[in-house]
């Protein structure tokens, strides 16, 4: 318990004051207007080789127009933090543009059942895992960095191969005198967050559960949001106790209509279990899967084109509706082979 | 005839209080939570690690543990950090573990069969396991039972149950007086004997033969002295889990 391990499965980390520095030299408490495209967000936020990582949790309220745009512009090589994540990364793997995971949950959809492209990536060897870590570990190392520190102690996981295979390190704690995990603070080089509505310069409210957002807002160098719907600045002035990040995290925000489809935005729009079918099923092979992004991806100009392609205003309205409760909610999507 | 998923469940739900908090994931857990909720326990606290507090679903069980039907109803709604928290500072004394394998001790593997570098499948990884199996008081392992998964050498120790005996958590520095509860399969039900800390047989579903629990695993488990037949699933049990399930998303 005394001997601290090397830095064999550190990713993310940085220097509390190199952050400072980064912050001090890169954000701005200037009130611009930071509305720009999806295609150039991405193109100038989004680098080969970065570390990425999505807001949301599970399927629900991820920016997939952002992932489809990730795969169109063919950006390779990212790394990337699957916290929870399913169907915003597990796109990402089955088009080959990450080749590196730090993961606490990554490979499955829940009662869906387990997602055969992501891991048909780390068991060919195209997509290595870097390290192993845990939910509650992911937010309180985005929890670190976003308070400025360099670690957060938790007495989670203590003990296990999970914290071997990460980047933590057990020390004795002075007040208790018995051991306690330090987890690494995570700065990701970019983090992209889908929200219900953003102001112009980026302030964002969030419904529902918010997962570890504002904490990846704070502790990611490059922040895009994607919303919704872009308010008037008096929406947010009216209320800003509804406001979960703040502009001045924030580099460019875009808005996307139903940007986290096939996922659910909670209270706006449900699951689209017909179209999470047809992924289940295309994901099987190599050659389906590939048909699928060559459909509903790599040959559609944007992602309103995609939503065309998916059934439009039509499968939209009754996708509102089944969140609403004023529809029925269809069988459930699942793995079928 | 109750099937092996409905009485796994339904054990499942008898084992949670009136009034106490559970962690729970979608599946089987879920299922177990809410059936618990509608007939013995209503005010059962069920949190989920999207943030969710004391949602009471209604019309279809959630199938994400980060949907809007997870804070239905409920009590409050917050982060990943709020409802981890919890469970660290003691409020959650119920959690649901699953897994592909576990051991004598209750410790758990999710993450990967073969080696960690050059896995043969990999599995979706700790996700909230380790942490649930780490903080919450009493869990309660809900899993298929075979000699492939009830492994005398686990692969890979994702999440914690009591190590290799008693007072090993609590020397690794996990909270004390928190660990694997029971252990429910589709032979029976499962506790750990307070001085070993080793799997022990409790109750055995009905159908089923102490033989079974034997052959079913490859390391070997006690018989309590005092084991028992578990009770059948009720009428009420059944057509409650079933109105739950109706598209028989978990019960097939």
């Known amino acids: ?337 | 005839m109750a099937t092996e998923t409905e009485k796994m469940i339904i054990a499942a739900s008898r084992l949670l209080p009136e009034d106490g908090a559970v962690y729970v994931g979608t599946g089987m857990p879920l299922l177990a939570s809410v059936l618990a909720l509608k007939t013995h326990a209503p005010d059962l606290l069920l949190v989920y690690e999207g943030g969710g507090v004391g949602g009471k679903p209604t019309g279809r069980l959630p199938i994400q543990v980060s949907e809007s039907l997870t804070y239905e109803n409920g009590v409050t709604v917050g982060s990943m950090d709020y409802v981890m928290s919890l469970a660290q500072a003691g409020w959650i004394q119920y959690g649901f573990l699953g897994g592909a394998q576990i051991d004598a001790y209750g410790n758990l593997n999710t993450t990967v069969i073969g080696d960690w570098e050059h896995p043969k499948v990999r599995l979706p990884g700790s996700g909230g396991g380790a942490d649930i199996a780490s903080l919450c008081e009493k869990n309660i392992i809900i899993m298929r039972q075979d000699r492939r998964k009830f492994v005398e050498q686990l692969d890979f120790l994702t999440s914690p149950g009591y190590f290799t005996g008693p007072g090993e958590r609590e020397k690794r520095g996990l909270p004390a007086n928190t660990g694997p509860y029971r252990v429910i399969t589709q032979i029976g039900i499962y506790g750990f004997h307070p001085e070993t800390k080793r799997m022990t047989l409790l109750e055995l579903f009905q159908g089923q033969t102490l033989d079974a629990v034997q052959e079913n695993s490859s390391f070997a488990i006690d018989i309590a002295d005092d084991w028992k037949y578990a009770e059948e699933p009720t009428e009420e049990e059944l057509e409650t889990l079933h109105a739950l399930d109706r598209d028989g998303i978990v019960l097939g």
């Not at chain 1, 930071?34 to 936020?45: I, N, P, S, W, Y």
């Not at chain 1, 102001?199 to 704070?218: F, L, P, R, T």
């Open chain 1, 1 to 337: 318990m005394t001997t601290v391990k090397e830095n064999t499965f550190l990713y993310g980390w940085e220097h509390p004051d190199k952050m400072r520095e980064y912050r001090k030299n890169n954000k701005s408490m200037a009130k611009k207007d930071k509305r720009t495209t999806l295609k150039e967000a991405v193109a100038r936020g989004v680098k080969e080789g970065d570390y990425i990582v999505f807001g949301g949790m599970g399927s629900v309220r991820n920016p997939i127009a952002a992932v489809h745009e990730i795969i169109r512009q063919g950006i390779g090589n990212l790394t990337i933090g699957t916290k929870g994540s399913q169907h915003d990364w597990q796109l990402l793997a089955a088009a080959g543009n990450v080749t590196n995971a730090e993961v606490s949950y990554g490979f499955a959809d829940e009662v869906r059942g387990l997602s055969l492209p992501a891991r048909r990536a780390v068991e060919s060897g195209r997509l290595k895992v870097l390290s192993e870590t845990t939910n509650a570990a992911f937010q309180w190392r985005f929890t670190a960095a976003a308070k400025g520190l360099p670690f957060y102690p938790t007495r989670s996981s203590l003990g296990t191969d999970t914290l071997t295979y990460s980047g933590s390190k057990t020390i004795i704690d002075p007040f208790t005198k018995e051991p306690i995990e330090l987890l690494p603070a995570c700065y990701p080089d970019v983090a992209i967050i889908h929200v219900h509505r953003a102001d112009k310069y980026g302030n964002c409210q969030i419904d529902g559960n918010i997962a570890e957002d504002i904490e990846i807002a704070h502790a990611a160098k490059f922040v895009i949001i994607t919303a919704e719907q872009i308010v008037p600045d008096e929406v947010i002035e009216s209320d800003p106790a509804q406001t979960k990040i703040p502009y001045f995290t924030v580099d460019a925000v875009v808005e996307v209509p139903y940007g986290s489809h096939p996922n659910q935005v909670p209270r706006l729009y449900s699951f689209d279990e017909d179209h999470w079918q047809e992924w289940l099923d295309a994901s099987i092979t190599e050659e389906t899967t590939e048909e699928y992004l060559d459909k509903y991806i790599y040959s559609s100009n944007d992602f309103y084109d995609y939503l065309e392609k998916i059934g439009g205003v039509r499968v939209l309205r009754q996708l509102e509706n089944i969140e609403k409760k004023l529809a029925p909610y269809p069988t459930v999507a699942r793995r079928r082979g």
